[in-house]
């Protein structure tokens, strides 16, 4: 069977087939000029040899387009490092998908942007590692970051594309939130994404230097939505909240293998970005089989779908279909045991070891473990 026909192939009658997914998460490249300690690249980086060409990443969207998925987003590291981008891009807008850019916004000169732009890019989200520009150049470990953001949102709005800032809240930015949104609207930003760290990976290695404390946390929610009934109609504010502060889990990804789907800088296709932490599981490469063939059939996309693989008090919570479970990720970090419930739901014996362990990590001094190739030694190996 060829990679085409292998693509339109559904389960078969025996199983009950998911919804097709709505969104690619494109992760072009790892290479980035950023070394953000929370950022959710693998501890383990792919380099630049081991990256899918051109036209691999093609194929890969026109699969996607006839699979059903409507949204595009491209990211990485940073996705404007691969100089194909432009190529890329056209592509994707000639299959009727929507673009959305996820970049740190500090090599990219506006006749790039431009150039990103007349190739048919659709909307740009740009991160803040905080509204100082001290925050931004110290978390992000590049001096001047924080300058060549503003410049590059400037750009941004000049040429008329939409623009969403994105921030990871943690311990050093937690009491910038509201400078953080008074920026989103300075910069004409029509979105602002205040999303809390979320620990696997890189954040998971630096959780006892970037967790807040409780009563931070709780007063940044406060903020938040007071911000949006102040704000409504001048920006949209979306919230992610920190596990680790919660009595029930989020539906990550609004549950494993439903809406959404990732596919690497090597082409192996994930869930979600942090499932590769979960041993065990087998993640087909679209180098071998066609997207759809991933989706509907691929062993690491229906070991947590649905319900079936819940244990109790999961599998009769009369929110099962609401979290899906929660985050599978957390459970193994914190379990041991991707199956495990979740911690960060009270029902879950572990949820008092998750309260307990953001205690101690937010009153914790740590330096930071900085995102590189050269740091990605096993956890607590110094740098």
Request: proline letters at 8%; one cysteine or more.
């Amino acid at each position: 069977m060829t990679a085409a026909a292998r693509n339109t192939a559904p389960p078969g009658p025996a199983a009950e087939a998911p919804a097709p997914p709505l969104g690619l998460l494109a992760e072009l490249t790892h290479r980035c000029p950023l070394q953000c300690p929370y950022c959710s690249n693998p501890i383990a980086l792919e380099r630049r040899s081991a990256e899918l060409d051109t036209a691999t990443w093609q194929r890969v969207l026109s699969e996607a387009a006839a699979l059903g998925v409507l949204q595009l987003h491209l990211s990485g590291g940073e996705p404007t490092a691969r100089p194909d981008l432009p190529e890329i891009l056209r592509h994707a807008a000639a299959e009727g998908l929507y673009s959305n850019l996820i970049t740190a916004g500090v090599g990219v000169t506006p006749g790039r942007l431009e150039e990103l732009a007349a190739a048919g890019l659709d909307h740009v989200q740009l991160s803040f590692q905080g509204a100082l520009p001290d925050t931004t150049d110290r978390v992000s470990g590049l001096p001047g970051a924080h300058g060549r953001k503003r410049a590059f949102a400037a750009e941004v709005r000049r040429l008329g594309l939409p623009l969403t800032l994105n921030a990871v809240i943690h311990r050093a930015n937690i009491e910038e939130i509201p400078a953080l949104l008074e920026l989103a609207l300075e910069l004409g930003a029509g979105r602002v994404e205040i999303a809390h760290a979320q620990y696997y990976g890189w954040a998971l290695r630096n959780r006892a230097a970037l967790m807040p404390r409780r009563e931070q946390v709780l007063e940044a929610a406060r903020r938040v939505e007071e911000a949006r009934v102040r704000l409504k109609g001048r920006l949209v504010i979306d919230a992610v909240v920190p596990d680790y502060f919660a009595r029930r889990p989020k539906a990550c990804m609004n549950g494993w293998g439903r809406q959404s789907l990732n596919v690497t800088p090597s082409g192996r296709v994930l869930p979600c970005h942090a499932a590769e932490t979960i041993p065990g599981l087998e993640f087909w490469n679209v180098r071998d089989r066609g997207l759809a063939e991933i989706w509907y059939r691929s062993p690491a996309f229906q070991a947590f779908r649905g319900t079936a693989w819940m244990p109790e008090p999961c599998r009769s919570c009369e929110r099962r279909e609401i979290d899906w479970g929660g985050c599978r990720c957390q459970a193994l970090a914190i379990a041991g045991d991707a199956a495990a419930t979740d911690p960060a739901c009270e029902k879950s014996p572990l949820h008092s070891r998750l309260l307990e362990l953001a205690e101690s990590e937010s009153r914790a001094e740590q330096d930071y473990r900085y995102r590189g190739y050269a740091a990605a030694g096993p956890p607590g190996a110094p740098r």
